[in-house]
């Protein structure tokens, strides 16, 4: 079991920046992928970043690529989502989660951060 708490939500102006922490408990191993994703109010939740554990391979949507960088901690078991360029539309409910082994779902998430952007 992995359990997942997020936090450094809040409000910011277009054009700022948020660092969102994702604090991890539990058997983390080599294998899993650590992922970000975010629910504006009346869509469907999507993918924003993931790093795997082991290697610290990235990936990224179109969307943030470029404003937003994902990293992990491995000795803290952390792993942090650094926005910067904040825009209106980044306002949303963003989510940790923990994909192990060879599911195509993400396991494990946490229950979430709220980030607003004012415009």
């Known amino acids: 079991q992995v359990q997942l708490v997020e936090s450094g939500g809040g409000l910011v102006q277009a054009g700022g920046s948020l660092r969102l922490s994702c604090a991890a408990s539990?058997?983390?191993?080599?294998?899993?992928?650590m992922g970000w994703f975010r629910q504006a109010p009346g869509k469907e939740r999507e993918f924003v970043a993931r790093?795997?554990?082991?290697?610290?391979?990235?990936d990224y949507a179109n969307s943030v690529k470029g404003r937003f960088t994902i990293s992990r901690d491995n000795a803290k078991n952390m792993v942090y989502l650094q926005m910067n360029s904040l825009k209106p539309e980044d306002t949303a409910v963003y989510y940790c989660?923990?994909?192990?082994?060879?599911?195509?779902?993400?396991?494990?998430w946490g229950q979430g951060t709220q980030v607003t952007v004012s415009s």
């Open positions: 790093i795997t554990w082991s290697g610290g391979t990235t």
């Open positions: 989660a923990v994909k192990r082994g060879i599911a195509s779902t993400y396991n494990y």
């Open positions: 539990g058997r983390i191993i080599s294998t899993d992928i």
